[in-house]
């Protein structure tokens, strides 16, 4: 039904880091068939995703203030995010959650922010791209408060456990760069036990570029490069882990289908 072969479920193209090409790393995108769905960080940078997907094909946004940026988070934001909702090509609040490594906002204010955009998105019936670092334990109690919650763990870095316990809570698990990092090799065997119908991959460009490039900054189309060291993993052909992903992003996010003439050839 689709000429889109794959899908980079996660990237910030509106980051400023493709200020000086980003039409450019949109179309090696666009010719290589690869969808893309682009995640806010905060206000402005939700703003530029949504009028980005909506100037173009293939692509899709979602919204929502990241961990880092919770502390930003003011009376407004319910009211801000409903009406972006309610918006052509947003298909989920993203991304939030936890991450206290760098602690750019308090442990307690994310917790709060978290939670609160977690009460939206059950509320409005849309899935959520969910940011953890080192607070597994966290996530997880907060997931538990809202049961039948749908979306994705973003960039997962932890090992079989975490992913077990994210799986039997009803979230997918999306694989980014760091899946071909030397040291990672706890997320590859967390790859290996993923199922197949909750497998996705993304790039979170412009960060995490996968092996060979590593520490330059990534593009969408190196999602590819993501999907083939997964399926190595897995001892299948790329296009295999292909085909699965582009069927579980439209699982999970489904109004991307709703959006008939920015899907279909
Ligand atoms: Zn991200």
């Not at 030397?182 to 092996?211: F, K």
């Amino acid at each position: 039904m689709t000429a889109l072969r794959l899908f980079d479920t996660h990237c910030h193209l509106q980051d400023s880091a493709f200020d000086p090409d980003r039409e450019e790393a949109y179309l090696r995108a666009q010719q290589a068939g690869i969808g893309l769905i682009l995640a806010g960080w905060d206000q402005e940078s939700s703003a530029r995703g949504v009028a980005f997907a909506q100037q173009h094909r293939n692509c899709w946004a979602m919204v929502g203030l990241h961990p880092h940026d919770a502390k930003a988070w003011e009376a407004h934001w319910p009211e801000q995010l409903a009406r972006w909702v309610r918006q052509p090509k947003v298909v989920a609040i993203g991304e939030i959650g936890l991450d206290f490594h760098y602690l750019h906002s308090p442990k307690a204010v994310q917790e709060e922010v978290f939670r609160a955009q977690l009460d939206l998105a059950r509320q409005w019936d849309l899935p959520v791209s969910i940011h953890s670092r080192e607070a597994e334990a966290e996530t997880l109690a907060a997931l538990d408060e809202f049961p039948g919650i749908r979306g994705v763990l973003h960039c997962f870095t932890g090992g079989p456990a975490f992913a077990r316990a994210l799986l039997d809570r009803g979230l997918f698990i999306s694989f980014s760069g760091i899946v071909s990092f030397a040291n990672a090799a706890e997320i590859r065997a967390a790859a290996r036990m993923v199922p197949w119908d909750r497998l996705l991959i993304e790039t979170d460009a412009p960060y995490l570029s996968p092996r060979p490039w590593r520490g330059q900054r990534n593009e969408p189309m190196r999602v590819v490069r993501v999907g083939e060291v997964v399926a190595e993993e897995k001892n299948v052909a790329p296009e295999e882990v292909f085909r699965h992903v582009v069927a579980n992003t439209l699982q999970v996010f489904p109004l991307i289908l709703t959006d008939a003439k920015n899907w279909q050839d």
